[in-house]
């Protein structure tokens, strides 16, 4: 199958919308609010955490609340002039969204909620452990979940859909980290 | 009516050489009058890991009827080549939006040297034996 065709390729998972069994969007958004804007998303690697801010993101927008979203991973650095300057223009109207913050040292991590909570009308952060803000959700998954996602990827796919066993033994070899196992999906697909 | 929407190429020609001309016509026939439409010459990668977009060249059409048709001609560069492997794929596309509406169509093209596109193969690469003993040298 060519990388084109295959229901597992990047730009459809990453358009896959964020599925709990807890909670929906719009009630973990209207938690949010109520939160007045400061909370954490919380889960290990795989589990939805980035999915759900970026759909809160679009959710803040949707209500002309401004959001700003900081995105830090191993070739996205996020130094401290970069940190300065977004601190210094931020709106005071604004909610700002981190994602990858536990890439950041503790003081640096420490020093930017100082500063954003300070500063601007809200914080929403991604990370994998526990942090001073109040959690909003911690993200989880499990072979249901990993099921109905590829359910959603396969449909309109004129693909045969794979049996409940392999997921189990997919999901149980990536540790319940939902992007791996779709990467291992794709490579799959990919030899069809 | 339905918005309706056309990219045709010069005798429905799909696959061009490198540094090939692109000719062709794009047609509308729209409900209302648009404030412009936009045509648009890019490759695009898609498959596993992060995707890569570049526009080559653009064509805007602006106080435009309601239903009317334009010419347009590109030409192409000298690669990326259209081209398909395990993870990922090269497409060139031609794409035609309508703004404000943001109706869109898009046209998949094949550029390469032989007009189809260039399939990347799994390639096994033998170990190489190693030699025992000590190498003579001088």
Known sequence: MKPCDNPFRSCRVDAVEFVSFDHTVEQLYENFCRMDYKAAIVGQHGRGKSTLLRQIAQRLNSDSVPARLIFINDTVPFTSSMQKSFIRDIHPDSVVLVDGIDQLGWFRRHRLLRCLSKKCRGILVVSHGRSKLPTLTECTSSPELLTQLVKTLLSHQSLPMIDNAMIKDIFQRHNGNIRNCLSELYDYYADK | ?138
């Open chain 2, 1 to 138: 009516m339905n918005p309706q929407i056309h990219i045709e190429f010069d005798n429905d020609q799909r696959a061009y050489q490198p540094g090939g001309v692109v000719d062709g016509t794009v047609r509308w026939q729209l409900d209302k009058t648009p404030e412009r439409l936009e045509l648009f010459l890019f490759w695009h990668t898609s498959g596993k890991g992060t995707n890569d977009v570049s526009v080559i060249d653009s064509r805007v059409y602006e106080n435009v009827l309601v239903s009317d048709e334009e010419r347009f001609s590109f030409t192409l560069p000298q690669g990326p080549y259209s081209f398909s492997g395990k993870l990922i794929t090269l497409q060139w596309s031609l794409e035609l939006t309508v703004i404000p509406k943001g109706i869109t169509v898009r046209k998949i093209i094949t550029l390469s040297p032989s007009g189809s596109e260039i399939t990347l193969k799994e390639t096994y690469f033998p170990k190489q034996k190693k030699s025992f003993g000590f190498k003579r040298t001088r």
